[in-house]
């Protein structure tokens, strides 16, 4: 069976995205041709894929930014209805700069007596393309919300069951979960501590902490989840807060925000009770 895997780096992603906006301005081009064939007001097939690769050309340019902004949405607002005004404000903002970029780059080619200025042209595109732009921008949100929440496939699942696969310059290293010792977050990226060494993942902390076992792990703070048994000693420090020590001397801080995922050893009466025999 064929294996697809997602492109590993932001040059394999970025050739994805051309292509995919290639796709959809030829599907576009091509429908306008034949529409306008059939109505009897036939098209110039050039000029017409010219005008569709220019609009798309534009779409390319802002997928970066409009996912970038969505993964951000994803990862850092949790209450729903903040995330959903969060999307309705960037919607907005993207239409808008799509008809600005357009203007800006395509004026020169485009202009006409009714757009014989940029501004007058991005006011034109604007309102020519508001519900196709308005679509648009909404299917690139879909996309990525479903990419980030998407349940991982059966494989990827089992091979994270025991261990933690980094891949870096075209090398595999895989970190059995028995060998780690916390978990550092480094902005988009977290820092796996295990056995001595430090390495960088390209995946965020709180997606980490969404995949690994609750058994074993458990976020302290925002910026660092532990393993469960390599604890040594729990300080308090007032307010909810405490340091946590781990075997290896480390000490981190657990924030009151983070408390319950440590009741088993905070308060070892809150353990559920093994079933009687």
């Known amino acids: 069976m064929i294996r697809r895997r997602a492109p590993a780096t932001r040059i394999g992603w970025s050739a994805v995205i051309l292509v995919a906006w290639s796709l959809v301005a030829l599907a576009q081009a091509g429908q306008g041709y034949f529409v306008a064939a059939y109505r ?15 609009i ?12 970038g902004a969505a993964l951000a949405i994803e990862r850092r607002i949790k209450p729903w209805w903040a995330r959903i005004a969060a999307y309705l404000l960037l919607w907005p903002a993207t239409v808008y700069a799509h008809v600005l970029l357009f203007g800006l780059v395509y004026w020169p080619v485009y202009r006409s007596a009714r757009a014989a200025t940029r501004g007058e ?21 879909a996309v990525t919300i479903l990419w980030v929440r998407w349940p991982r496939r059966r494989g990827e699942a089992s091979a994270r069951a025991d261990a ?4 870096s310059r075209g090398r595999l290293t895989r970190i059995p979960l028995d060998n780690i010792d916390w978990i550092g977050a ?13 390495m960088l993942i390209e995946e965020s902390l709180a997606s980490l902490a969404e995949h690994l076992p609750a058994a074993d792990f458990a976020r302290i703070h925002r910026g660092a989840l532990i393993r469960i048994d390599r604890v040594r000693e729990i300080a308090p420090i007032g307010r909810g807060d405490a340091h946590v020590r781990l075997i290896g001397g480390e000490q981190l801080r657990l924030s009151r925000r983070f408390r319950d995922n440590l009741a088993v050893l905070l308060d070892p009466r809150s353990a559920p009770a093994e079933p009687a025999e």
């Open 186 to 198: 480094a902005g988009d990226y977290a820092e796996i501590h295990a056995a001595g060494r430090t």
């Open 56 to 67: 798309y050309s534009i779409w390319a340019l802002l997928s970066w930014p409009i996912v």
């Open 164 to 167: 933690i696969e980094i891949r």
């Open 121 to 141: 042209m991005a006011d034109i595109m604007f309102v020519r393309n508001f519900d196709t732009n308005t679509m648009l921008y909404l299917a690139l949100v």
């Open 40 to 54: 009897g007001h036939a098209q110039d097939w050039w000029p017409t894929l010219g005008y569709a690769a220019a």
